[in-house]
């Protein structure tokens, strides 16, 4: 058999072509099957989409106020049609630029489902015994129409949008995070479900746009995963924003385009987003599975991390893997939360973002920073900030470390920036 490699890897995404990239590094020969297209769900249907189209929402909104920058915009309007075309040419682009890279790294690409089975297995059918079992052996996949020889199988598929037997997309008025992305008509009003990372971005999205939009959340507070401070932070921002929200609440039914909730409130959209997480795809128990698809957390950078552990033996924290919900102000948090910590057995500091001169310069007051210790060591950051996102990977930095906060102290942090903020916070 010609096809044979030492690593095959099914599923094209962050943690796939990162496993590629990390094994060829390695000198390995590898093969990477992937059904549609890659760059999986991050870059396809997912974060890269989301913040191009969210660049566009936050661009239209600062233009709405430009007048108290001084400068006078007249006229602006939407053309959501070519913000949808430039997200589409951005994800094209950097899917090229992923192809080109796979190739020049000497990964075969296989674009076909892909279905496993054991070498072992095989041969046992074709003999009609009964195998013995084995721990690890090699593997056939068949992708195209082609049989490919692997030593060693990665999974990587990913996950998928979540809907329940009584909550169903028909990709028509109640849309996945996929449908989403193919809008080129921006809604009147929009009912979103669930206030994870997708729900909260596209309630941004939508709000900039000028949709009336309204959050349903089961749990008491948006953004349920943050600290409970973060929560109630973004809850009052969303609702200076006129974003309304219901609470504490569920959806008993959608019929002839209503959404009935457990409340006894009806509402009538022009279109729902169903945004309550993602289903992992796995196709076989027996392989290691990375990234989403292994049900851990379900962060590209979380997959990424995942794949140079098992190629390269690089280890990390998983208990370190900062969070970050984009738009303005951007939402980041590592490590712990104050609601699941014991009172008195940490320190808690705090700094509002209005005491940074930056921020006034930004025009982009609004958030804080919280800063959770114990023993002189930081135990969980959490930031609702412009550069939240930069912010909070210099926290992740110390804590990975272990430095202590007097160490962080002798830091010269520059002026005027968001990051002296952190060094402000440490002497709280």
Same mark, same amino acid.
């Given at each position: 058999?010609?096809?044979?490699?030492?690593l095959?890897?099914?599923?094209?995404?962050?943690?796939?072509?990162?496993?590629?990239?990390q094994?060829?590094m390695k000198?390995?020969?590898?093969v990477l099957?992937?059904?549609d297209k890659?760059?999986?769900?991050c870059?396809?249907?997912?974060?890269i989409p989301?913040?191009?189209?969210?660049h566009?929402?936050e661009?239209y909104?600062?233009?709405?106020?430009?007048?108290?920058?001084?400068i006078?915009c007249s006229?602006?309007s939407?053309?959501y049609?070519k913000v949808?075309?430039?997200? /589409?040419?951005?994800?094209?682009? *950097?899917?090229? +630029?992923?192809e080109l890279? *796979?190739?020049n790294a000497?990964?075969?690409?296989?674009?076909?489902?892909?279905?496993?089975?054991?070498?072992s297995?095989?041969? $046992?059918?074709?003999?009609e015994?009964q195998?013995s079992?084995?721990?690890?052996?090699?593997?056939?996949?068949? $992708?195209?129409?082609?049989i490919?020889?692997?030593?060693?199988?990665?999974?990587?598929?990913?996950s998928?949008?979540?809907?329940?037997?009584?909550?169903r997309f028909?990709?028509?008025f109640v849309?996945s995070?996929?449908?989403? *992305?193919?809008?080129?008509?921006?809604?009147e =009003?929009?009912?979103?479900?669930?206030?994870?990372?997708i729900?909260?971005?596209?309630?941004r999205?939508?709000s900039a746009? /000028?949709?009336d939009?309204?959050i349903?959340?089961?749990a008491?507070?948006?953004l349920?995963l943050?600290?409970?401070e973060v929560s109630?932070r973004?809850e009052?921002i969303?609702?200076a924003?006129r974003?309304?929200t219901?609470?504490?609440?569920?959806?008993?039914?959608?019929e002839?385009?209503?959404?009935?909730?457990?409340?006894g409130?009806?509402?009538?959209?022009e279109l729902?987003l169903?945004a309550?997480?993602r289903?992992?795809?796995?196709i076989?128990? +027996?392989?290691? +599975?990375?990234?989403?698809?292994?049900?851990?957390?379900?962060?590209?950078?979380? $997959?990424?991390?995942? $794949?140079?552990a098992?190629?390269?033996?690089?280890e990390?924290?998983e208990?370190?893997?900062p969070s970050?919900?984009y738009?303005c102000?951007?939402?980041a948090?590592?490590?712990?939360?104050?609601q699941?910590?014991?009172?008195?057995?940490?320190k808690?500091?705090?700094?509002?973002? =209005? =005491?940074?001169?930056? +921020?006034h310069?930004?025009n982009?007051t609004?958030g804080f920073m919280k800063i959770?210790?114990? /023993?002189?060591?930081i135990i969980?950051a959490h930031?609702?900030s412009?550069?939240? =996102?930069? *912010?909070?990977?210099e926290v992740?930095?110390?804590m990975q470390n272990?430095?202590?906060?007097?160490?962080?102290?002798?830091v010269?942090?520059?002026?005027?920036?968001?990051?002296?903020?952190?060094?402000?916070?440490l002497?709280k």
């Amino acid at each position: 058999m010609e096809n044979k490699f030492d690593l095959g890897i099914i599923g094209g995404g962050p943690a796939g072509y990162t496993a590629a990239f990390q094994a060829r590094m390695k000198g390995l020969s590898v093969v990477l099957f992937e059904k549609d297209k890659v760059g999986g769900v991050c870059l396809n249907k997912g974060c890269i989409p989301t913040k191009a189209i969210l660049h566009s929402a936050e661009f239209y909104e600062e233009m709405k106020c430009s007048d108290g920058l001084g400068i006078t915009c007249s006229d602006i309007s939407v053309d959501y049609a070519k913000v949808v075309e430039r997200k /589409d040419k951005i994800v094209e682009k *950097l899917r090229k +630029s992923l192809e080109l890279s *796979l190739k020049n790294a000497g990964v075969v690409v296989v674009n076909a489902e892909a279905t496993l089975s054991r070498i072992s297995d095989f041969r $046992a059918a074709q003999a009609e015994i009964q195998p013995s079992p084995i721990a690890r052996g090699e593997y056939l996949v068949q $992708a195209g129409g082609e049989i490919y020889e692997c030593k060693k199988i990665i999974m990587a598929t990913g996950s998928a949008p979540r809907d329940f037997e009584n909550l169903r997309f028909d990709h028509e008025f109640v849309l996945s995070s996929d449908d989403i *992305l193919n809008l080129t008509k921006l809604p009147e =009003s929009i009912v979103i479900i669930g206030s994870g990372a997708i729900g909260i971005e596209w309630a941004r999205i939508f709000s900039a746009f /000028d949709v009336d939009v309204t959050i349903v959340e089961m749990a008491e507070h948006l953004l349920p995963l943050a600290d409970i401070e973060v929560s109630k932070r973004v809850e009052r921002i969303f609702k200076a924003k006129r974003i309304k929200t219901y609470l504490s609440n569920g959806v008993e039914k959608i019929e002839n385009k209503k959404v009935y909730l457990s409340s006894g409130d009806i509402l009538e959209p022009e279109l729902v987003l169903l945004a309550a997480g993602r289903v992992p795809q796995k196709i076989s128990d +027996s392989v290691i +599975s990375i990234g989403d698809s292994c049900g851990k957390i379900q962060l590209a950078h979380f $997959a990424i991390k995942q $794949a140079v552990a098992e190629i390269a033996g690089v280890e990390f924290d998983e208990n370190l893997v900062p969070s970050v919900v984009y738009g303005c102000p951007e939402i980041a948090w590592v490590g712990k939360r104050e609601q699941d910590l014991e009172e008195g057995t940490y320190k808690k500091s705090n700094l509002l973002i =209005s =005491s940074l001169g930056k +921020s006034h310069c930004d025009n982009c007051t609004e958030g804080f920073m919280k800063i959770l210790s114990r /023993d002189g060591k930081i135990i969980g950051a959490h930031i609702v900030s412009k550069e939240a =996102s930069a *912010l909070i990977q210099e926290v992740t930095i110390a804590m990975q470390n272990n430095i202590a906060i007097d160490d962080l102290k002798k830091v010269c942090f520059a002026h005027p920036t968001y990051s002296e903020g952190i060094f402000e916070c440490l002497f709280k």
